[in-house]
T-cell receptor, first 111, second 116 residues
Framework: RKEVEQDPGPFNVPEGATVAFNCTYSNSASQSFFWYRQDCRKEPKLLMS???SGNEDGRFTAQLNRASQYISLLIRDSKLSDSATYLC????????????FGSGTQLTVLP | DADVTQTPRNRITKTGKRIMLECSQTKGHDRMYWYRQDPGLGLRLIYY???????NKGEISDGYSVSRQAQAKFSLSLESAIPNQTALYFC???????????????FGPGTRLLVL
C-alpha cells in the first residue's frame, strides 16, 4: 500500500462547480499535511496547509480526519484557472521531516 | 529573478554518461532537496541536506550522489546514467523554522532528463 494515495482522476467539471478530492495516508503518526498545486509541466507550489480543525482560504477548504486517516480539499465555484494537478503531501512523525507526496489528482475545469 | 534555479532545464544523455544537475537558491534557506517525478508515481525524494555539512539519503538514492557546495548550491550527479533515470528532476528549498505547521517547500522549475 502506498503511503499516500490519491484518486488520479481526471476530474472534468464545469465552471462554477464544486469539486472535492480525498487523499488517504497510511502512517497514523503523520503530523503535517499540505495540498500543493502543480500546473502542467511546472513546479509544485504550496496551495495550503491542512490544520486539525480544518481551514479555509477563499474558495478552498481543507479538512483533516485523523480517525480515518484522510485529508480532503474542496474547491467551490471552480474557475478555469483552477485546472491543475493537486498533490496531497504528508510529513510523518520523526525528525527527518521528509515530505511524502501523493501522485496527484488532475482537475480540468471546462468553460 | 527566480528564487530557485536549476540548470540545465533539459538534457539528453546516453547510457553510461556522468551528468550533473545544478540547483541554486537566493532564499537563504538551509534545507535543500532533490526529487524526481515520474508519471503516476508522484515526487520521490532522492537526497536532502539540512545544512552545508549535512547530507542524507532519501527514498531512492541508489545511482545518485549529491554535493552541497554552499548554503545556496546543491548539485545532483548521476554517476553512470541509465534509461530508467529518465524523469523530471526538481530541486527544492524549505523555510522550516522548527514549527510543525510552518513549512513550505519552494521548488525550482525542474530539469527534464532523457537517458537514451
Amino acid at each position: 500500500r502506498k503511503e499516500v494515495e490519491q484518486d488520479p482522476g481526471p476530474f472534468n467539471v464545469p465552471e462554477g462547480a464544486t469539486v472535492a478530492f480525498n487523499c488517504t495516508y497510511s502512517n497514523s503518526a503523520s503530523q503535517s499535511f499540505f495540498w500543493y498545486r502543480q500546473d502542467c509541466r511546472k513546479e509544485p507550489k504550496l496551495l495550503m496547509s491542512v490544520y486539525s480543525s480544518g481551514n479555509e482560504d477563499g474558495r478552498f477548504t481543507a479538512q483533516l480526519n485523523r480517525a480515518s486517516q484522510y485529508i480532503s480539499l474542496l474547491i467551490r465555484d471552480s474557475k478555469l484557472s483552477d485546472s491543475a494537478t493537486y498533490l496531497c503531501v504528508v510529513i510523518p512523525s520523526g525528525s527527518a521531516r521528509q515530505l511524502t507526496f501523493g501522485s496527484g489528482t488532475q482537475l480540468t475545469v471546462l468553460p | 529573478d527566480a528564487d530557485v534555479t536549476q540548470t540545465p532545464r533539459n538534457r539528453i544523455t546516453k547510457t553510461g554518461k556522468r551528468i550533473m544537475l545544478e540547483c541554486s537558491q537566493t532564499k537563504g534557506h538551509d534545507r535543500m532537496y532533490w526529487y524526481r517525478q515520474d508519471p503516476g508515481l508522484g515526487l520521490r525524494l532522492i537526497y536532502y541536506s539540512f545544512d552545508v555539512k549535512d547530507i542524507n539519503k532519501g527514498e531512492i538514492s541508489d545511482g545518485y550522489s549529491v554535493s552541497r557546495q554552499a548554503q545556496a548550491k546543491f548539485s545532483l550527479s548521476l554517476e553512470s546514467a541509465i534509461p530508467n533515470q529518465t524523469a523530471l528532476y526538481f530541486c527544492a528549498t524549505s523555510d522550516y523554522s522548527g514549527t510543525v505547521l510552518q513549512e513550505t517547500q519552494y521548488f525550482g522549475p525542474g530539469t527534464r532528463l532523457l537517458v537514451l
